[in-house]
Every structure is written in C-alpha cells, then in structure tokens.
C-alpha cells in the first residue's frame, strides 16, 4: 500500500516564478492538506481540500493557491515566488470518516534563488 | 486559539535508556486529538501516536507510549529503550474535533540525540 508521495523532491526555482508542487494521497483518504516548514521551525498549515474544494485555510497570502482532483490527488502552486518561500512543503492525507489518521508525504524542498 | 509548547529545544539519551519529550497544549475545544511525529534529516514526517481527548488510556504504540494528563493539558512522549535511529526532531501536534476535518497545529520540535 503506497503511503503519500510527492513531486518533485526538491525544486530551486528563480524570484518571481511560479511554481506547481504534486500530492497523491494514500490509499482510502480523501482530504489532503499542505503545510509549510521553514528551516527550525515546525509545519504551517497552508490550506485542506475535500471533495475537490478548498475547505479550511491558514495565514498565507492568494500567493498560494490549490486543487484536487476526482482521484484526490492535489497540487500546490505558488506564484510570483519570494525568497521567503524556500521551504519545505509537507502533504498530508486524512480520511475524511473514519479515523483521525494524518500521515504525511516525504516533502518537496523548495528553494528559491 | 489552539497552541502547542515543545519547551525542549534538544535533548540527549543514552542507547537502551528510556527519554520522556515534553509537550503541552492550549485549547478551548472540548473534544481535539493530539499526535506525535518524528522528522528525520530527509524531512518526512512519519506518524508515532495518536491521543484522542476522550480516550480514557494512555495511547500506545510499541517503544512509544503517551503520558496524557488532561488537567495539565500535557501529552508527553515517552520512548523506551531509545535506538540510534531515534536520533531525529520530534513534532508535538494537535487538531480539532476529526470529523470536522482540522488543520493541525504544531509545536517548535525537540531534536533527540541517542548516545551510543
């Protein structure tokens, strides 16, 4: 059973690019969330998508936006990207009944230069 | 507000040796979850424990075991018989009530060290 997977694993893109991250969530979750960590710090919550809407966000700007898709796979994209976005963006997958289950993807490391 | 306090920026253990992290929450909700996480160096979260605010006992899951004492609003992590590959940050979090969904909020991290 594949657990989260996203792509690419790292990333160096140029000030003021946009950028698309991708999330597959495990197998039977429905509800994918993203987060930020910067570097020492713990995860932000960016925002969560279920039935292929934005559900909740945190404090990021329109910046960031998302989507889901029918097979709940997700993608975050970036754009007009700052140097303060290098980070590492964690996705992770819930079930949306059932459990309070949250794991987490290997993260994509986003640097920006 | 909900709020996550790890108070231990690093910590050291020797090998075989038991280690307790600290965590403690803040929140007006009564019903929300409470998880661990270990980060290694290549970034993955990996899933320890999971302690719901109703569950009458401690959660636990092979060497890691959660000291929940609800009055406290503390959730502390115990690992028994600590291994080399423990060495990595470890993540208190906390979410809402599950059914609602519910972003998950988290601590500072406490890098463990294992000894040798």
């Known amino acids: 059973d594949a657990g989260v997977t996203q792509s690419p694993t790292h990333l160096i893109k140029t000030r003021g690019q946009q950028v698309t991250l991708r999330c597959s969530p495990k197998s039977g979750h429905d509800t994918v969330s993203w987060y930020q960590q910067a570097l020492g710090q713990g995860p932000q919550f960016i925002f969560q998508?279920?039935?292929?809407?934005?559900?909740q966000r945190g404090n990021f700007p329109d910046r960031f936006s998302g989507h889901q898709f029918p097979n709940y796979s997700s993608e975050l994209n970036v754009n007009a990207l700052l140097l303060g976005d290098s980070a590492l963006y964690l996705c992770?997958?819930?079930?949306?009944?059932?459990?309070?289950?949250?794991?987490f993807g290997q993260g994509t490391r986003l640097t920006v230069v | 507000a909900q709020k996550i306090t790890q108070t231990q920026p690093g910590m050291f253990v020797q090998e075989k040796e038991a280690v307790t992290l600290d965590c403690t929450y803040d929140t007006s909700d009564p019903s929300y979850g409470l998880f661990w996480y270990k980060q290694p160096s290549s970034g993955e979260m990996i899933f320890l424990i999971y302690?719901?605010?109703?569950?009458?006992q401690n959660a636990t899951e092979g060497r890691y075991s959660l000291n929940f004492q609800k009055a406290r609003k503390s959730a502390n992590l115990v690992i028994s018989a600590s291994q080399l590959g423990d060495s990595a940050m470890y993540f208190c979090?906390?979410?809402?009530?599950?059914?609602?969904?519910?972003?998950?909020?988290f601590g500072q991290g406490t890098e463990l060290s294992v000894k040798p």
């Open positions: 979090a906390m979410r809402g009530p599950y059914n609602q969904g519910g972003k998950l909020i």
């Open positions: 992770a997958s819930s079930p949306r009944q059932g459990g309070p289950e949250a794991f």
């Open positions: 998508y279920y039935e292929e809407e934005e559900r």
């Open positions: 302690q719901g605010s109703y569950d009458q």
